[in-house]
C-alpha cells in the first residue's frame, strides 16, 4: 500500500515538474517546434560546452534526466504486481515519451531523443535499486524466521 501512495505522489509530481514547473523554465510556449531527433546530440553539446553552459546546466541535463525517473523505476515494481526489469524499463521509456509528445505538442521545453534515452536509464537503475533493497529485505526476514 505504501509503494502505491508513494507512487502516485511522485507521478504528481514529475508531471508538475517536467510539464509546469517555472524554475524549470516551463513557463510560456515558444513560437515554434522544437526538438532534437539526433541520438546524442543535446549530451554532447552540454559536455562540449560545459564551460560556457555552467555546471548547473550541465548537471540538471545530463544527471537530472536520469535522477528523475530513478523513483519511478523503484516505486513502480514496488506498487505493482508487475516486477519485471522489461515491465519497468518499457513504462520508463513510454512516460518520458509522453512527456515528451507533450512538451513538443504544447511547445512547452524541447521534445529530445537524449531525453527519453537518459530518462530511460534513469528508470533502469531505480528498477536496479529496487531489486536490490528486495533482496536485502527478503534476506533479512528470512534471518528473522
Do not use: H
Not at 510560456?28 to 553539446?45: A, D, H, P, Q, S
Not at 536520469?66 to 508487475?82: H, N
Not at 537503475?125 to 527478503?138: D, M, P, Q, T
Amino acid at each position: 500500500m505504501l509503494g502505491k501512495v508513494l507512487f502516485v505522489i511522485y507521478v504528481i509530481f514529475i508531471v508538475y515538474f517536467l510539464l509546469f514547473s517555472e524554475w524549470y523554465g516551463r513557463t510560456g510556449n515558444t513560437e515554434g517546434y522544437r526538438y532534437n531527433l539526433v541520438l546524442f546530440k543535446e549530451i554532447r553539446r552540454f559536455i562540449e560546452y560545459r564551460e560556457e553552459l555552467g555546471a548547473f546546466a550541465v548537471f540538471t541535463n545530463l544527471f537530472g534526466n536520469i535522477l528523475i525517473f530513478v523513483p519511478f523505476g523503484f516505486f513502480l515494481p514496488m506498487g505493482s504486481k508487475q516486477r519485471s526489469f522489461f515491465v519497468t524499463v518499457y513504462y520508463s521509456f513510454s512516460l518520458s515519451l509522453c512527456v515528451e509528445v507533450f512538451q513538443l505538442i504544447t511547445k512547452v521545453g524541447c521534445f529530445d531523443v537524449d531525453d527519453l534515452l537518459l530518462n530511460t536509464i534513469g528508470g533502469t537503475l531505480g528498477y536496479i535499486l529496487f531489486a536490490i533493497c528486495n533482496v536485502v529485505r527478503r534476506r533479512y526476514f528470512a534471518k528473522k524466521k
